[in-house]
């Protein structure tokens, strides 16, 4: 067994097109003002009527492979993260395989909404520290604006578009120092895609409630479980839903604000790609340093959630 996974590189994908909240404004019934005090969320991308998740993918992967140094034929597994596949079947994670031209790979998608990505790393990390896979390519992409309905105030104005992606292999030294994922299906219907009209519909102040006590507990626990005191942690990497989620949960681990890493105002929810998006970001301004530790932590529809503890 390999000690631990390592994040190598990582990448990300914006689409080009920013849709900012006064435009929001002449769409729906909204404002500016609104949609920035309750979400903290200012603008958000979305993709050209012909870019798919695939799309988006490639690019996060291609910037991911370049920073990692390594050969693509290196890389054994994809775990790819989505709810917004290209197509039905084959997988958005084979047409990546495909689009990347990599031949020595098994490919596999997972959908666990906004947790996808936490899921995909927990599952990398397994085939690494097993040896099973020698590098891993890890991504989450969603065109989750396909999604909505751009007549509900209620929904349309908290998503966007993106992708972002990781090269893990193993380490020695530092890495992935605990894995935890969960779910309850008995939630299913308070964030959902009608089956007809395929929109997102949510119960936004349940989904909310639920979210900040089930991430509160769990950061508590992940920090517990690799007996670090709260003042140990030196990153926050969260799903990027709505700020006054993510300052709610740092406030339950007596975290302050210049330790979290907040890309919501600038990508809105961007379900599976918001955690890989959000750590690209920082990565790419070299925040982290090494022997840092890292946690990400994320909550979806299912409900689903998640979290990892690094050592950068
Ligand atoms: O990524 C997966 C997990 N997803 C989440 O974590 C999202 C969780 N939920 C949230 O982020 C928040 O609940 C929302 C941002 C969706 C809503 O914020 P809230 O503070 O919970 O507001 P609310 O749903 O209680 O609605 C308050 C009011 C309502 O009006 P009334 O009924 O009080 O008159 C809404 O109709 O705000 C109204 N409202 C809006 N007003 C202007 C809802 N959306 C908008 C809007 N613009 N876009």
Redesign the pocket.
Known sequence: MSKFTKIISSGSYLPEKILTNKE?ESI????DE??TE??GIKERRVSSDDETSVDMAYQASIDAINKSGLKKDEIGAIFLATCTPERKFPSTAVLLQNRLNIKNAFSVDLNA??TGFVYALDIAKKYIESKQVKYALVVGTEKITSLLDWTD??????FGDGAGAMIVGSSDTAGILSSTIGSDGSYKDL?TVNTDLEYIE???????KT?VNTLGQLAKHTLELNNLEQGQLDWLVP?Q??E??ILAIAKKISLSHDKIIITVNKHG?T?AA?IPLAFDDANTKNTFKSGDYIMME????GFTWGSILLRF
């Open positions: 929001l729906v019934d909204t404002t609104w949609i309750r979400t909404a906004c105030r209620n929904t349309c104005v908290l964030l949510m119960k936004g102040s349940d989904v909310f979210a799903h839903a709505n006054r989620i929810n379900s918001s994320a909550f979806g529809a």
